[in-house]
């Protein structure tokens, strides 16, 4: 890159970035990824891979605020449990969380590369998936317990106590898989590879839901938050605070 456009592009990088001038020629690069003359511009995605493992954790974490928003009311009254609601829940965290998010895409093609890359990220790669199978377990016991009409008072404490540990757990996971673990894999492959791998998850998502299997499960989750009151975004803003 020649110093002229090498100082424009400098020039043009918006406030709040601190400019330093070794910092500077892997912005550039970024920005001047090759664009081969004659052929065609290389087309974003619709949806990147990431993004869309990214969107599937979404509907996971609100799976999450279910199960936590559950666990005082399973010390306060078991028996006013909406047993159905939790039960609707474990089985999406099952079938979009657990087989298909965890099994199909995390565990087939994420980890695979990043445990390949060694070091920490083997090492996550190898936490990520004991969790995933810890995950499975207590989704087996929430779907057990959740079975009837009512949960019954002997399940109350150990099924609140479950879910706590779980709702810790994935909100690390992840929290790590976001930030650590998909941009170091991301990092393996070119826009384009990228891109058809983008293609091959879709795949893998119509072949296992049909055609729109994100909107189904973030249409699931939205359900069962209206049948529990927890549809209105607007009942999570805290009060102001205290003047100190
Ligand atoms: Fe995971
Ligand atoms: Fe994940």
Request: hydrophobic fraction near 35%; avoid cysteine; charge should be negative.
């Amino acid at each position: 890159m020649d110093q002229n456009r090498r100082s424009l592009l400098r020039d043009s990088l918006v406030m709040g970035v601190a400019v330093g001038a070794a910092s500077i020629p892997l912005i550039g690069e970024t920005l001047q990824k090759p664009s081969n003359a004659g052929e065609k511009e290389e087309k974003e995605p619709e949806v990147t891979a990431t993004e869309d493992l990214m969107r599937e954790h979404g509907v996971i974490r609100r799976a999450l605020l279910v199960y936590i928003e559950t666990v005082p009311k399973l010390r306060q009254n078991a028996s006013s449990v909406d047993a159905a609601a939790l039960r609707q829940t474990a089985q999406l965290f099952r079938t979009f969380g657990e087989d298909y998010h965890e099994r199909m895409l995390e565990e087939q093609h994420i980890f695979p590369v990043i445990q390949k890359q060694g070091g920490d990220l083997k090492h996550y790669a190898e936490v990520l998936t004991d969790q995933h199978n810890r995950g499975r377990e207590i989704t087996d016991y929430v779907l057990a317990v959740t079975n009837s009409a009512k949960i019954s008072t002997a399940h109350a404490e150990p099924l609140a106590k479950v879910l706590e540990g779980f709702v810790l757990m994935y909100q690390n996971h992840a929290a790590r898989e976001d930030t650590i673990v998909f941009p170091a894999w991301k990092k393996n492959f070119s826009n384009k590879q990228l891109d058809e791998i983008s293609d091959q998850f879709e795949e893998i998502e119509h072949k296992m839901f049909g055609k729109d299997g994100f909107e189904d499960a973030e249409k699931k989750i939205s359900n069962i938050e209206s049948s529990l009151g927890l549809n209105d975004l607007a009942q999570f803003t805290p009060p102001r605070p205290p003047k100190p």
